[in-house]
C-alpha cells in the first residue's frame, strides 16, 4: 500500500469493507497521513477518515472544520448522508451512501478538504439556495 496522495483520486480511496482492509488502511495510515476509506455496509456505503493517524504537526484551520460541517450539512439536507453521520473535529464518518462511487468521491474530497484544499469538497457537496 502506497501513501495517498493529496488531493487523492477517488479510485485510489481503500476499501475497508473487511476487517482486515481495515486494519490494513489503517495502519498504513499511521505512517503520518489521514486516514480515509470507504465501507460497504449492505447496499449503502460508509465514508470514515481520521485525523489523528496523520500525526501531532497536523494542523486544519477552523475554516476548513466550517467548510466540512457546511458539506454535510448539505450533504444531510439533501438525504445523500444520514443525519447521525459525523463532521469531526478528529473523526469524520459519513453513513448510507448510495454507491461506491458516490462514497470514494466525498472520501477524496474530504481528504483533499483535510489538507487544506476545498475545491474537490465545494464540488462534491454544492451549496443550493
Not at 480515509?36 to 485525523?51: C, L, P, S
Not at 460541517?69 to 439533501?78: C, D, G, H, K
Not at 462514497?103 to 478538504?113: G, S, T, V
Request: aromatic share 8%; net charge negative.
Amino acid at each position: 500500500m502506497r501513501p495517498l496522495p493529496t488531493p487523492c483520486p477517488s479510485g485510489l480511496v481503500p476499501d475497508a469493507t473487511d476487517v482486515d482492509a481495515f486494519n490494513a488502511a489503517y495502519r498504513w495510515a499511521k505512517q503520518h497521513q489521514v486516514f480515509v476509506a470507504v465501507e460497504e455496509q449492505g447496499r449503502r456505503w460508509t465514508v470514515k477518515a481520521d485525523t489523528l493517524t496523520a500525526g501531532p504537526d497536523h494542523t486544519i484551520v477552523d475554516s476548513t472544520y466550517d467548510a466540512i460541517r457546511a458539506a454535510v450539512i448539505q450533504l444531510i439536507r439533501s438525504r445523500q448522508i444520514r443525519a447521525d453521520s459525523s463532521a469531526g473535529p478528529v473523526y469524520f464518518v459519513q453513513y448510507d451512501v448510495e454507491s461506491e462511487q458516490r462514497a470514494r468521491d466525498l472520501a477524496a474530497a474530504l481528504h483533499a478538504a483535510l489538507y487544506g484544499d476545498l475545491d474537490p469538497l465545494a464540488r462534491a457537496a454544492p451549496e443550493t439556495s
